[in-house]
Each structure stands twice: as structure tokens, then as C-alpha cells.
């Protein structure tokens, strides 16, 4: 991942919180682009009030516009629920602005459907309710796509709640993050029996550890929390020997927490499998028009361009696919 000069967001002094004045300006985006759709069919006017004459609404020019539901061309934004303290994937950088790989593919994505997709933070193991409650129109939050999360079981089989489709974007496995110098000498899942575990509740990692502790002659011990952040602490501060992660995010600690002192990687990458942009299994039409917004920036280049911005080239894919998770 790209190394920063400043501490990461990410690292275990935990993230920080979009300020009110950008919420505000976020607001003011919407009303705008409010306002451009209502004048599309007719003369625009610049800041200085004078007619445009032939400019055109950007989001009705927009290659696959058409294809989004009307109440989400009406609102000009789609609603991303996500997580946002999990660099280098999404987090608040040093500016206290959203950055990371689903912002900037947001962004492109954005281009191709003519609207804004305007990240909320929330928890991550709320998430998928707040997409079918209506809170969030998609979730993109490097979530794995499972055919539990599709179907909306737990671990067990039982249903919890209403299932979502996925469309597949990215994949990563998850990997072991060990504080530097690695000194309980840990290597692989089988060298976590017996010890103590942090991570991410609600994730794929938790499920390995879990599965993993059956495995063992001595169970092991895991400390889940809502935010990885949280996780990372207990590792720095010896309560933890490791936390199981996604390969890009321990990756990044590893190279910019504490100036690269504080974490490293050990051992393989696990279990690989997708991320997937989740949407309600009510909303197809947005589903199909976010697959084909995905298939045009892998096409176009743009694609490309955000997964070597952030040194995950590897992880990428060569076409969208929809619940592709097993």
C-alpha cells in the first residue's frame, strides 16, 4: 500500500469523524446536483446567475444515467454505507476526508452513473441492516461476499436477517498482522491455539478464528471489537498476540503504523475471496446498473489507475461479477 508521511488514520489511535463543516458542504453537494437535474431540460446558469446556454445537467449526459432507478437520478447521490476506518480500503486521511480504494472507485463509478456516491460511517456489523432498512442505498466496505451475507444467515445457518446481492469488485484473503519483531513467533493459524486473538466482530477474520479454535487442542481466545482500529490497540499494547485481517489492510499497518515500527505480516495469505458492493435484493435495477458501471472503468482504464494508486494491483478483477461468493 502507498506509504503516507503522516501516522495513518488506520493505525491504532483510532479514526476520526467527518467534521460538521463537511457534512454541511455534503449537503450543499446534493442540493446542487438537485437543482441540475430540475434544470436539465432547459438553460443553466453559472455562479454569477448568467444563462449557460448549451450546457447540459453533467448527470444526464452521464453514459449509463439511464440505467439507475428514477428516485436515484432524482436525488443526483447514491447513498454508501461504509465503515470507514479501515485504510487503506476507506478512512478519514490526515485532512479529515474520505480516502482510500472504495472512495476513489466511488468517484469513478460516479462518473460513468452521473451521480455523487456520498459515504456514511456506521459499524460494520450494522451495515447490511441499514442497507435494508433504507439507510444506505449500497454498502461498500470491503466486505466479503458469502453466500451466508446473500442468503442472511448466520455462521450456523439460521436466518438472522434479509439476504443482499453482491457485485464482486476486488479480492483479498485474510492474513495475520503480529506486532514488529514477532515475538511469540507466530507463523500460521495453527500458532494461534491456546493464545489471544484481536479483530473485527461481524467479519470473515472472525469466522476463521472461529473456525480455527476448533481446530485446536486449546481453544482460542478472541477479543472481536466494532472497529479493527480497536483491535490493532490490543496487539500494540501486548493484550493480543495477533489480528487476523484482510491482506491489504495488515499490509498497510504493517508499512505506516508507527512508521512501519509497530506491526508486521506473517505467514500466507488465507482463504482469498471477494468484496463485493452490496445492494438490496430489491433494488436490481441499481445492482445492474453498478455492475455495468464496474465493467466500464475496468474497460475505460480508470480502474486500474485507483488499485495501482493504492499498490493493490494483484487484488483486482477482470470483469463484475454478481454473488460470486461462496
Given at each position: 500500500m502507498t506509504a503516507r508521511t503522516n501516522r495513518p488514520l488506520s493505525s491504532v489511535d483510532g479514526p476520526r469523524r467527518p467534521s460538521a463543516r463537511r457534512r454541511l458542504v455534503a449537503a450543499a453537494a446534493v442540493a446542487l446536483?438537485?437543482?441540475?437535474?430540475?434544470?436539465?431540460?432547459?438553460?443553466?446558469?453559472?455562479?454569477g446567475g448568467e444563462s449557460g446556454?448549451?450546457?447540459?445537467?453533467?448527470?444526464?449526459?452521464?453514459?449509463?444515467?439511464?440505467?439507475?432507478?428514477?428516485?436515484?437520478?432524482?436525488?443526483?447521490?447514491?447513498?454508501?454505507?461504509?465503515?470507514?476506518?479501515?485504510?487503506?480500503?476507506?478512512?478519514?486521511?490526515?485532512?479529515?476526508?474520505?480516502?482510500?480504494?472504495?472512495?476513489?472507485?466511488?468517484?469513478?463509478?460516479?462518473e460513468q452513473l452521473g451521480v455523487e456516491f456520498?459515504?456514511?460511517?456506521?459499524?460494520?456489523?450494522?451495515?447490511?441492516?441499514?442497507l435494508n432498512s433504507g439507510r444506505h442505498d449500497i454498502i461498500m466496505s470491503a466486505m466479503t461476499d458469502t453466500k451466508q451475507r446473500q442468503e442472511g444467515l448466520d455462521d450456523k445457518g439460521e436466518k438472522v436477517g434479509e439476504g443482499v446481492d453482491f457485485v464482486d469488485?476486488?479480492?483479498?484473503?485474510?492474513?495475520?498482522?503480529?506486532?514488529?519483531?514477532?515475538?511469540?513467533?507466530?507463523?500460521?493459524?495453527?500458532?494461534?491455539?491456546?493464545?489471544?486473538?484481536?479483530?473485527?466482530?461481524?467479519?470473515?477474520?472472525?469466522?476463521?478464528?472461529?473456525?480455527?479454535?476448533?481446530?485446536?487442542?486449546?481453544?482460542i481466545k478472541i477479543l472481536a471489537f466494532d472497529k479493527d482500529t480497536e483491535a490493532l490497540l490490543q496487539v500494540k499494547q501486548g493484550r493480543a498476540v495477533a489480528d487476523i485481517n484482510d491482506y491489504p489492510v495488515a499490509a498497510y499497518n504493517a508499512k505506516t503504523s508507527g512508521g512501519g515500527e509497530d506491526f508486521e505480516v506473517v505467514g500466507?495469505?488465507?482463504?482469498?475471496?471477494?468484496?463485493?458492493?452490496?445492494?438490496?435484493?430489491?433494488?436490481?435495477?441499481?445492482?445492474?446498473?453498478?455492475?455495468?458501471?464496474?465493467?466500464?472503468?475496468?474497460?475505460?482504464?480508470?480502474?486500474?489507475?485507483?488499485?495501482?494508486?493504492?499498490e493493490v494491483a494483484g487484488a483486482g478483477v477482470e470483469e463484475a461479477t454478481v454473488n460470486g461468493g461462496e
Amino acid at each position: 500500500m502507498t506509504a503516507r508521511t503522516n501516522r495513518p488514520l488506520s493505525s491504532v489511535d483510532g479514526p476520526r469523524r467527518p467534521s460538521a463543516r463537511r457534512r454541511l458542504v455534503a449537503a450543499a453537494a446534493v442540493a446542487l446536483t438537485g437543482s441540475l437535474l430540475l434544470t436539465a431540460c432547459g438553460d443553466q446558469t453559472d455562479e454569477g446567475g448568467e444563462s449557460g446556454g448549451d450546457t447540459e445537467s453533467k448527470s444526464s449526459e452521464a453514459p449509463l444515467f439511464d440505467r439507475l432507478p428514477k428516485d436515484i437520478q432524482s436525488a443526483g447521490v447514491i447513498k454508501v454505507g461504509s465503515d470507514i476506518a479501515y485504510a487503506p480500503v476507506e478512512f478519514y486521511d490526515e485532512n479529515d476526508e474520505i480516502a482510500g480504494i472504495d472512495p476513489d472507485l466511488g468517484e469513478a463509478l460516479g462518473e460513468q452513473l452521473g451521480v455523487e456516491f456520498e459515504f456514511g460511517n456506521g459499524t460494520f456489523d450494522g451495515l447490511i441492516t441499514g442497507l435494508n432498512s433504507g439507510r444506505h442505498d449500497i454498502i461498500m466496505s470491503a466486505m466479503t461476499d458469502t453466500k451466508q451475507r446473500q442468503e442472511g444467515l448466520d455462521d450456523k445457518g439460521e436466518k438472522v436477517g434479509e439476504g443482499v446481492d453482491f457485485v464482486d469488485y476486488f479480492r483479498a484473503g485474510s492474513t495475520i498482522l503480529v506486532k514488529k519483531g514477532n515475538p511469540e513467533g507466530i507463523k500460521s493459524l495453527d500458532d494461534l491455539c491456546g493464545e489471544t486473538v484481536a479483530l473485527q466482530r461481524g467479519t470473515a477474520n472472525e469466522a476463521l478464528a472461529e473456525t480455527q479454535s476448533e481446530k485446536c487442542d486449546k481453544p482460542i481466545k478472541i477479543l472481536a471489537f466494532d472497529k479493527d482500529t480497536e483491535a490493532l490497540l490490543q496487539v500494540k499494547q501486548g493484550r493480543a498476540v495477533a489480528d487476523i485481517n484482510d491482506y491489504p489492510v495488515a499490509a498497510y499497518n504493517a508499512k505506516t503504523s508507527g512508521g512501519g515500527e509497530d506491526f508486521e505480516v506473517v505467514g500466507d495469505q488465507i482463504d482469498a475471496a471477494p468484496y463485493g458492493i452490496a445492494v438490496s435484493k430489491e433494488n436490481t435495477q441499481l445492482r445492474d446498473a453498478i455492475k455495468a458501471a464496474l465493467d466500464a472503468i475496468i474497460d475505460n482504464g480508470e480502474y486500474q489507475k485507483v488499485l495501482e494508486k493504492w499498490e493493490v494491483a494483484g487484488a483486482g478483477v477482470e470483469e463484475a461479477t454478481v454473488n460470486g461468493g461462496e
